[in-house]
């Protein structure tokens, strides 16, 4: 269901971004009734302007992170959202969050055999998700899941992002 569906991008450096800009394209194209907010933009001068971040986060039904994995975590620019906007007060007090659903689309460098028990990065990518998870928890949000694409510095990986598209959008409207 794509009623009042806001997808947050957080890649750091849009510019150099191929994966987050594609899903980007992606979307807009083929979804246009999804709110896409890209926090690249939404930084200036080193802030957010939290009144409007959480008046765009209260709107959405279901909200979608998309950020690349950066040693095994958020990167800076949604990690400072995250702290900015979600204070205690926004999610505990006012309960702004309650029910909503939240879901994440990552993209990361390394393949899937590196990301498994036991494997160069020694966890699964799941592993270092639960962070994320646990931020929805403590929002009052439900955790939907993640949908990945790895391998993400490869050549071909421009192909793989049109390879990908449908299974991709099918996920984003799920």
């Known amino acids: ?11 750091p450096d849009w510019q150099s971004s191929q994966v ?10 083929h979804l246009p009734q999804v709110k ?14 939290i009144a409007q ?16 994995v950066y040693w095994f975590d958020t990167p800076w620019l949604m990690q400072k959202w995250l702290e900015d906007v979600f204070t205690r007060d926004f999610y505990f007090e006012q309960k702004a969050m309650i029910n909503k659903e ?9 393949n899937h055999e590196m990301y498994s028990l036991g494997g160069l990065n020694l966890y699964p990518i799941e592993f270092y998700l639960l962070k994320i998870q646990g931020f929805a928890h403590k929002c009052g949000m439900r955790y ?6 790895d391998s993400a510095r490869l050549a ?3 192909e793989r992002i049109v ?3 449908d299974q991709f959008l099918s996920w984003i409207k799920s």
């Not at 987050?20 to 194209?29: E, G, N, R």
């Not at 939240?102 to 390394?110: D, E, K, M, P, R």
């Not at 939907?144 to 694409?149: D, N, P, R, S």
């Open 20 to 29: 987050s800009k594609a899903w980007f394209d992606q979307i807009q194209a």
């Open 163 to 165: 390879e990908t598209q």
């Open 36 to 49: 896409l907010h890209v926090l690249d933009h939404a930084h200036q001068n080193g802030q957010f302007d």
């Open 156 to 158: 071909n990986i421009k």
């Open 102 to 110: 939240l879901c994440i689309a990552i993209s990361f460098g390394g």
């Open 1 to 11: 269901m794509l009623h009042n569906t806001l997808v947050v991008f957080g890649h």
């Open 53 to 68: 971040e959480r008046a765009l986060v209260q709107s959405a039904d279901k909200i979608i992170l998309i950020y690349p």
């Open 144 to 149: 939907t899941g993640h949908y990945a694409l």
